[in-house]
């Protein structure tokens, strides 16, 4: 019985795990205007964590996990000493956890996927990512993340973060219009096409922007995804992160491997966005394979990748 705390942007999210999920809250900061503002979200997660913990803790815990990174480093420490705390106050192990692995190892656990290509779409990060010995990074955004494009696409529309949802809900919709289209080897870039976009919005109907922006972004991340399969040769896609509760996303993905032969998986809707159950499952794997810290050495990092080796970086 884990209790796994997750703070490392938006939402603050507490869950437990045992051999399932035995509970999973959060609390999500709504900025009103703009983005994510790091100390009013930092704020936002301190006001709410004793009840999110409450509601979440429905056992004592037998470890504590928390995520150590990557992530806004006011919303990191937060995370960071609450569950040094309660691994003091409860006095059992503190386990760190890389928060890009958490969400490909639940969705590992949660679709039985067993070797598969993983896409990685969230706010911060776009990544595609396979195991090899370790996890490899086969390809990635060269600016920002298929995530962060959608919300600031949505701010233009005068759309509260997280913007994903509702580009969804209006492209639906709209009419298709072209726009540019970056793929560059294995990598892909987002930010121009995000900009061709918002200028769009100026001439065009907003649900057709959306649609097109989302069939050209979307088809960008299916394309490198699929080069990935034929170079690593692998016969699964597993679709990991927030974006991944894209249903539009989902159905090209299903095109694509059904042309291919390949399986494709995709995390349930409840463990894609950041949330502590997943936090919790990884401290497990990490319990299980020995590696815990002391307390006092609790710390955080802004720019962990899914590649850097934890158990290196807490014994430095
Ligand atoms: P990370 O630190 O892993 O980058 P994150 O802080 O972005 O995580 P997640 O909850 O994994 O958090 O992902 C949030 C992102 O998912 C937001 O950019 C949001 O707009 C996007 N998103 C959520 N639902 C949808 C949807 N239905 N369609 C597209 N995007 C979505
Ligand atoms: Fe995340």
Not at 76 to 86: A, E, F, P
Not at 155 to 179: N, Q, T, V
Not at 200 to 224: C, I, N, S, Y
Request: hydrophobic letters at 40%; proline letters at 4%; aromatic letters at 8%.
């Amino acid at each position: 019985m884990i209790l796994g705390i997750e703070s490392t942007a938006h939402t603050f999210g507490v869950g437990m795990f045992s051999n399932k999920v035995i509970s999973n809250e959060w609390d999500m900061y709504r900025p009103k205007t703009g983005g994510i503002h790091p100390r009013e979200a930092a704020n936002h997660h301190v006001e709410v964590a004793k009840e999110v913990v409450k509601k979440a803790m429905l056992k004592k815990p037998k470890a504590i996990a928390y995520s150590c990174g990557p992530g806004i480093g006011p919303c990191l420490k937060v995370g960071t000493i609450i569950s040094r705390y309660l691994s003091n106050k409860y006095q059992i192990p503190l386990v760190p956890v890389n928060h890009g692995v958490a969400h490909m190892e639940v969705g590992l656990w949660s679709t039985k996927a067993k070797d598969p290509v993983c896409v990685y779409a969230s706010g911060g990060n776009t990544q595609i990512i396979a195991r090899d010995k370790t996890w490899k990074i086969y390809g990635e955004t060269l600016d920002i993340a298929l995530g962060n494009a959608l919300d600031k696409l949505a701010r233009d529309l005068g759309i509260a973060h997280p913007g994903g949802p509702s580009i969804e809900k209006l492209a639906k919709k709209g009419e298709f219009i072209d726009m540019p289209y970056t793929v560059k080897g294995m990598d892909l870039s987002y930010s121009g096409i995000m900009t061709h976009a918002r200028r769009l919005l100026k001439t065009h109907k907003p649900e057709d922007v959306a649609r097109g922006f989302q069939e050209h972004a979307f088809a960008m991340l299916v394309e490198v995804t699929e080069r990935a399969l034929a170079h690593t040769e692998k016969g699964e896609v597993l679709l990991v992160g927030g974006v991944a509760k894209n249903k539009r996303l989902i159905e090209m993905y299903k095109i694509m491997c059904e042309e291919r032969g390949a399986k494709f998986f995709v995390v349930p809707d409840e463990l894609a966005g950041d949330n502590g159950a997943m936090i919790a499952y990884n401290g497990k794997i990490s319990l299980k394979k020995g590696f815990s810290i002391k307390p006092e050495d609790a710390d955080y990092f802004q720019n962990l990748r899914v590649d850097t080796d934890l158990e290196k970086l807490f014994r430095l």
